[in-house]
């Protein structure tokens, strides 16, 4: 994971951000599950389209409110992220985030396969959700950690 | 000149495994060239959900690698895009010992009698390159039985009312309904719809030594946990190598199809790598040269081979060579109900009807309409939320949550109205990492594909209205280039040699031993899921050639 002081944006802001995108309630929210690790892994691995947008609009999200972003109640955060609806860099945060929150434990952000408990996705692999956990041969084509 | 082998097969996929197989089988000496890898359930990684066949978001359980085989695609604009292969304008088929049929879902349909003749049923929509096949599904019948029974499909061969004569039953008992099933057959019923359960390339009981599904919740997109799913990797390519006739080289390179000075093929030549990462050419020699390479990378062997007799590459005189680039359309629809629909019990496909194939008021073909694999959660999130869902918040979690296992799925595949101008071209200015030209694809399905697409996602919809969900929605087909996992289309086999770029066995026209033996040479893709007409076709066409030489 990359030195904070390399972001070009606050990881308050953007850790709140993915906690309003994916709340927490009787099951666990974005971060509690690491989908911020698991987002900032794609990002130093280049695979992040138009990080450039994202940051922009975390930016923007800062200059639009007088105190941090992260300390604001939720209905505010709601309040300004609804006004975001609608553009194309949250739109791909928020795909981000359901990527990390919904695919496979193995990805980094499905602790307990949590997301699947919450839908009602049976794996119905003999290992485990993950399935092997094994890849003796090499890497799966494109894969890293995330 | 030392001849090796009687034939070469260029493609260890649906076809080359058959070809190899049956040649093998018959005698003859056979080496079979597979850039990609052996790749099993257990060696292939944990089951990422992010990178497999059916969701490509950062690459993907199999070949070709991602760096060092881009392709061009050309957009409607004209616009120049080079692209990995995992990004979706790439259209790839896995390259992998089995090909696509590792990670398929394995729909086993047979080409309707009518889709052999679309022509001389429709006639010929201006600007398209729309044709009969050069034989009757008749013809066909005998070797898809040989299919059916070799690689092993399950299904009911009394179920489907509109299908052609067949003369045998499938060698195992169809799929078991999921909790979507009756509410689908009800709906169907109201509507006067006929349905049966869809025949599938999957084990429904232990056979031919390999155990039965085990019904995982991620079939397609992934290899089989069971092993249960019958690819051509773990059926027809054992037998071939039990004959001791049949030699594997995987992940080999064909650089491109070897030719003397009279321009008559003569072998292959290959591209292997040391241990220090230096790359030479070997030139492999043989009587025979088939390419089963998938319907983008055999026609770009044909393009990237050119001779004095044949100097826009082999076959290609006519400029035929790399056209009529065509896949599915896809339409789909999304169906909410008050009840569970998914229980996540694998394959996930059920229930389909075949009426729409054809017969439809006002427009061209039609397509095969069924219920669809277990989704994974991800891909549901994806491409299934309906448009006005909010993507963020306690809705958009909470509308997951409930609405998981209360979601099912009608889809189809529409026959394509094939067009000249998709293509299969050379990029002479993007190479890929061993200095070759790379593909390019261009150019923009016919139109009345969009038409019929629409009218099938509407015949979609009143399905799934009528089976009682109390939401639907799908999205409007608009028109694109067209090929993917179901490519197909570009050496069209047919009778004249203006108009085409084999016989009706696939031989090469001004050739006399180089043949194609993959969806290549469809004419024309069927309302269907194409792979078993790939397998009959292959089957049909290696006994001719074991015949011939």
């Known amino acids: 994971m990359s030195d904070e002081k390399t972001r070009g944006f606050r990881l308050e802001t953007f850790r709140a951000v993915l906690d309003r995108i994916i709340p927490a309630d009787d099951y666990p929210g974005a971060t509690d599950c690491g989908v911020d690790r698991f987002i900032l892994a794609l990002w130093d691995a280049g695979l992040v389209a138009d990080p450039q947008a994202i940051t922009e609009g975390l930016l923007a999200l800062d200059r639009r409110t007088e105190h941090p972003f992260e300390r604001l109640m939720p209905a505010e955060q709601d309040d300004l992220l609804s006004k975001c609806d609608g553009e194309a860099w949250f739109r791909v945060l928020c795909e981000l985030a359901a990527e990390g929150f919904y695919a496979d434990p193995a990805n980094g952000a499905n602790p307990g396969a949590v997301s699947w408990e919450m839908i009602g996705y049976r794996p119905g692999l003999p290992e485990g959700p993950s399935g092997p956990d094994k890849n003796p041969r090499d890497a799966v084509r494109g894969r890293l950690w995330a | ?549």
């Open chain 2, 1 to 549: 000149m030392k001849v090796d082998y009687d034939v070469i097969i260029v493609g260890a996929g649906a076809a080359g495994n058959i070809a190899a197989c049956v040649l093998s089988e018959a005698g003859k000496r056979v080496l079979l060239v597979e850039r990609g890898k052996q790749r099993t359930y257990a060696d292939d990684g944990h089951r990422d959900h992010l990178r497999n066949h059916r969701l490509q978001a950062y690459g993907f359980n199999t070949g070709p690698e991602i760096d060092g085989n881009p392709r061009v695609y050309v957009g409607p604009d004209g616009s120049r895009h080079v692209v990995k292969p995992y990004q979706g304008a790439y259209h790839a088929n896995a390259a992998a010992i089995g090909g696509g049929t590792l990670v398929y879902g394995g729909l086993a349909w047979r080409f309707h009698p009518s889709d052999f003749r679309m022509a001389s049923i429709y006639g010929v929509p201006e600007g398209s390159s729309l044709t009969d096949w050069p034989f009757s599904y008749d013809e066909l019948e005998p070797w898809y039985e040989r299919a059916e029974h070799e690689v092993g499909v399950s299904g009911s061969g009394n179920g489907d009312r509109n299908a052609g004569f067949r003369r045998r039953d499938y060698p195992m008992p169809p799929v078991s309904d999921n909790p979507a099933s009756g509410r689908l057959r009800s709906g169907a019923r109201a509507l006067g719809l006929s349905t049966f359960t869809p025949p599938l390339l999957v084990n429904t009981v232990p056979r031919a030594g390999r155990g039965a599904c085990i019904r995982c919740g991620s079939c397609v997109g992934f290899p089989c946990p069971s092993n249960g799913k019958n690819g051509t990797q773990n059926t027809m390519l054992p037998r071939a190598l039990e004959t001791s006739r049949c030699e594997l080289l995987a992940e080999t390179v064909v650089e491109q199809v070897a030719v003397d000075d009279s321009g008559r093929v003569t072998g292959v030549y290959i591209l292997e790598t040391d241990g220090t990462g230096h790359v030479s050419r070997r030139r492999i020699h043989s009587h025979v040269v088939i390419l089963s390479a998938g319907a983008i990378e055999t026609a770009r062997l044909m393009l990237m081979t050119r001779t004095r007799r044949e100097p826009n590459g082999l076959g290609n005189n006519g400029d035929q060579v790399g056209r009529n680039l065509q896949g599915h359309y896809y339409p789909t629809v999304f169906g909410l109900f008050d009840e569970q629909v998914q229980d996540s019990n694998g394959p996930g496909v059920t229930i389909a009807t075949t009426d729409y194939n054809h017969g439809n008021d006002g427009v061209i073909g039609g397509a095969m309409l069924a219920d669809d694999f277990v989704m994974l959660p991800i891909i549901l999130w994806k491409s299934g939320l309906p448009d006005d869902l909010p993507r963020y918040g306690l809705k958009a979690k909470h509308f997951m949550r409930d609405g998981f296992t209360r979601i099912a799925q009608i889809k189809g595949p529409v026959h394509e109205i094939p067009s000249a101008d998709c293509r299969v071209s050379l990029a002479h200015d993007v190479l890929d990492k061993y200095g070759r030209p790379v593909a390019q694809l261009s150019g923009i399905t016919h139109p009345e594909t969009v038409r019929t697409a629409n009218y099938i996602l509407e015949k979609a919809d009143a399905w799934m209205q009528a089976a009682g969900a109390i939401r639907s929605w799908g999205r409007k087909q608009t028109l694109r280039l067209s090929a993917g996992q179901h490519q197909a289309g570009t050496c069209r086999m047919g009778e004249d040699a203006a108009i085409s770029v084999t016989d009706s066995f696939g031989k090469v026209w001004g050739h006399d031993n180089l043949f194609v033996c993959d969806a290549s040479l469809h004419p024309t893709n069927g309302g269907y899921n194409p792979v078993l007409t790939v397998m009959a076709l292959a089957f049909r066409n290696a006994e001719h050639i074991a015949s011939t030489i």
